[in-house]
C-alpha cells in the first residue's frame, strides 16, 4: 500500500519560515520524481518545486529564492523549506510522486498571517 504523508504546516507570520515533509511508503521513492503543489480556496494547484530522481531541482517563478527542495532517500522523505513566507503562500501544501504512477498525499495547511 503507497501513502504519502505530508506533515510540519501551521501558522506562520509574513517573513517566517516553515519546514515541510513528505514521508513516502510502499514505492521505490529513490526512482521517483518528487513534486510539492498547493492550492489555495478558489484557485487551481499549482506546482511549487521539483525534484528529479537524479535530485534536479526546479522551481515556480513565485517561490525562486525564498523555497528549497530536497530529498533524502535513505529516509524515503523529501522537504520544502519554506523562507521569507508571504500570505500570498498560504495554501494546503501537497507532494506527489511520479514515475510509473502517480500518487499524491493528503495536504497539509500552511497559513501566513499575522
Known amino acids: 500500500q503507497v501513502q504519502l504523508v505530508e506533515s510540519g504546516g501551521g501558522l506562520v507570520q509574513p517573513g517566517g519560515s516553515l519546514r515541510l515533509s513528505c514521508a513516502a511508503s510502499?514505492?521505490?521513492?529513490?526512482?521517483?520524481?518528487m513534486d510539492w503543489y498547493r492550492q489555495a480556496p478558489g484557485k487551481q494547484r499549482e506546482l511549487v518545486a521539483t525534484?528529479?530522481?537524479?535530485?534536479?531541482?526546479n522551481y515556480a517563478d513565485s517561490v525562486k529564492g525564498r523555497f528549497t527542495i530536497s530529498r533524502d532517500n535513505a529516509r524515503n522523505t523529501v522537504y520544502l523549506q519554506m523562507n521569507s513566507l508571504k500570505p500570498e503562500d498560504s495554501a494546503v501544501y501537497y507532494c506527489?510522486?511520479?514515475?510509473?504512477?502517480?500518487?499524491w498525499g493528503q495536504g497539509t495547511q500552511v497559513t501566513v498571517s499575522s
Open positions: 506527489r510522486a511520479q514515475w510509473v504512477r502517480d500518487y
Open positions: 510502499g514505492i521505490m521513492f529513490s526512482s521517483y520524481t
Open positions: 525534484i528529479s530522481s537524479r535530485s534536479t531541482t
